[in-house]
Structures are given as C-alpha cells and as structure tokens.
C-alpha cells in the first residue's frame, strides 16, 4: 500500500471513530423519558430518536444523486456532512425543551451521517483493491466500535448532567471536517460505463438481497441499545447504560479485528454467525436480569455481530457494484439506506408488538428478538449453502 493509500486509510478509520454519533445519546433515553418528557412512552421517545435513521436515506439518496450526476465531489459531501453534525450539538444548547426539538435534533443527525457516512464508504470502494477493501472493512468497523465506546461513555456521563449532553459529543464533527479536506482527493465519479450522463446504471440484483438483510440485521440490533437503559434502570443511571453499550461496541472492536480472516474461510456463512452471537446475547439478557455482569458479558456478544455482519453486506456489494458511476448508489443503499431504516422500524415493529403481547418487559423483548434472529440466521445459512450447491453443478457442467 503506498503513502497516499495509507494516508485515505488512516483518514477513513479516524472519521469511522465518530460514524455511530447516535450511541452518544442512547445512555440517556430513560433520561429522557423520566425527566424531559415523562409524559411520552418509551415508545415515542424510542421512535423521536429514530427518526435520525428516517432522514438518514432521503439525505443518502439525495446527495448520491448529485455526486452521480458529477454535479459535486464525495469529498464535498463529507466535509459538509461532518459541519452539520457538529452544528447539531450547538442547537441542543438553543432547543432542548419541546418534544419537537428532540424530533428536530435528530432529523439533522440523520441528514449529517446520510452525507458523511455512506460516502467514507464510497472513499473506501473508490481507492481499494479488493483484498485491500475486505481488509480496511474489517479495521474500520473495528474503529467505528471504539468510537461508540468513547461516545457511550461521554454521553452517558453528560446525560447524568442534563438530558441533551450527549448530543454536545457531535462537536466533534468540525476537526472530522478539517483532517477530510486536507488528505482526501477531490474527485468527481468518472462518467457512467454505460454512456448515460445521468449515471442510471443499473445495479447487479444481488446487491438488494444484502441490503435486506442489512435492514433486518439493524432492526434486531438496536432492539439492544434502544432497551438496554429501561432494562437496566434498577441497576444503575445513566451513566451505567453507557457503561453497557462501551460492552456493546467492544464486541465490535474484538471481532473487526479478525473479521477479514472470517470472511475470507467462510464466506456468507459469517453472517449466520453474527446472529447466532445476537441470539446468545439477547436470550443472556432476557434470562440473568438482575445480574449486572452478566448483563456486559450479553451485550459484548451482542455488539460482536455488528463488526462482522455489516462489513460482509459492504464488502459484498462493493464486489457486486463495479461501475464506480454508479457506487455513491450502491453504497448508500447497503450502508445507509437499509440499516437507518431497520432502525427506524426497529421499535416501530419490535417494540409495539412485544408491548401488545408482554407488556413493558425489556426481557420479553430480547427473547422475542432473539429467536427472530435466529430464524434469519438458518435462513441465510440455508440460502448460503442452496447457492454453493447450484454454483458446484454449473462448474460440473
């Protein structure tokens, strides 16, 4: 790998440090609902807070509709994107008394991460081999955890001190913005292979079942985050979910960490994995509910399927989307795209139905989640395997 290599490498896993800004504030979402607006349900507040992951695609799509049409650079994009994230812990401290302004808060989180966080992807793809991409993949994941661990943590500290303190973490955004614009080129996307100037080409049908299953990973996922300070509001505050969701995304550091060598020996199999570590984690959380350490055991194993799930689905799609015309598209529906709307629809869907069939039970909640994961994980395993079978007999013939 040579010097300017290393250098976009280096750059991408610093800004992967801050991609998960919305793990500031999950420490404090019983804050929220117990003392901001107690007159709103877990729910509603699960679902303000979500709505982060609504604006996340419509800003993806909008601005990979632009970077397609060369109208702008990815670089552009990005440094944009970092400015509205730090701008967002400035107008916490403006407006933070209306229930709307929590709704507010996090339509601009959405649209700032749907501007930055699919095109560091897009960096990736763009300046990679492949080996080199899986590679970078998993080290990246590897420091988005971290960055979540830092942020959980200073988020949960600062929401002990007033509800929106974890949103003045996204400052962090502006020197973000600074080290893109000094050592990421300024390129525009070269015209489109198949001679449309619009950049309509089209993407390989594969490419859908990965973000489907992107969306379905994220929706199980963030059942974890979204219910872990109400599951374990008779053991600590705040500042103990953040300590939680630290376990959460240090089981994504451990496992980014060999995610390359996994994905290499096994394939899409890793994937089935990943859920398989969910459903242990989850069904740990639903049945030691009063132990605290067992609770962290849980959701390290949980947070290990987030550094090898996610980077399978982009790895692959970063394979499938070889028309770089066309990868600002391909990226933004894998990496933004599918998982902000499975966390979006993740308490939409998760949390009304378990609370109409076993109330207000965090635990209920994991263990129904849990083997929903389950039933996904054999169903890539079963597909995975159908696949290598029906690939053996064209080889054969």
Known sequence: MDRQKKKIMWTILIVAVIQMPGLALTPGINQIKTTAFSGMSLGMVQTALACSSLAQPVAAFSVAALINRR?????AIIIFGLCLLASDG????LFHTEFWHLIMLSLVLGISTGCFLSNMFGIMFDSFDDIERQAVAGYQTSFINAGGIMMSLLGGFLATLMWY??????????PAAVLVYFTIPGYKVPAPENGDKKGSGKLNPKIYYYCVLSLLFMMSYSVCGANISTHIAGLGDSSVAGIAIAFL??????SGIFFGRLSNKVGDYAMSFALCSVFVGYMMLSVFTRSLVLTFVAVFLTGMSLSIMIPRCIYMVSTLATDKSISATATALVSVVAPSSGSFLSPIIFTNITTALFGNSTAARYRFVGFFVLAVAIAIAAITTAGKKKASREVKT
């Open 249 to 254: 995304m240090g089981g994504g550091v451990f």
């Open 165 to 174: 303190g974890g949103y003045l973490v996204l400052f962090v955004g502006l």
């Open 90 to 93: 400035l107008l916490a401290i």
């Open 71 to 75: 109208l702008v650079t990815k670089k």
